[in-house]
């Protein structure tokens, strides 16, 4: 059993930064990690994802080059760190774990999800 609970959302104007954490309790070190989405009326989608050491990572192609996704095992806490933000980034954004060996973009894929933490970007 993984408990998940995500910070740092908030309101940022277009070009800026923020950092998301997704505080883990179990056995967090045992977990691909990943980011997700869900704006208004859409669809979650895959953000980004990290393996259960950290080694590897997978992006979504509307984030790549601009997001960055690591972990602290010591510290049982993933990060989400936002570069260059745009309007269409303004989303909540959950952590999920997943047991599979591989990264994954299915949200079904993923056996334990946080509550979310909305990211608003003004143009």
């Known amino acids: 059993q993984v408990q998940l609970v995500e910070s740092g959302g908030g309101l940022v104007q277009a070009g800026g930064s923020l950092r998301l954490s997704c505080a883990a309790s179990?056995?967090?070190?045992?977990?691909?990690m990943g980011w997700f989405r869900q704006a208004p009326g859409k669809e979650r989608e895959f953000v980004a994802a990290?393996?259960?050491?950290?080694?590897?990572?997978y992006y979504a192609d509307s984030v790549k080059g601009r997001f960055t996704i690591s972990r602290d095992n010591a510290k049982n806490t993933v990060y989400l760190q936002m570069n260059s933000l745009n309007p269409e980034d303004t989303a909540v954004y959950y952590c999920a774990a997943s047991s599979l060996p591989t990264l994954v973009a299915g949200p079904r894929f993923y056996d334990y999800w946080g509550q979310g933490t909305q990211v608003a970007v003004s143009s």
């Open positions: 179990g056995r967090f070190s045992s977990y691909a």
């Open positions: 990290v393996s259960w050491s950290g080694s590897s990572t």
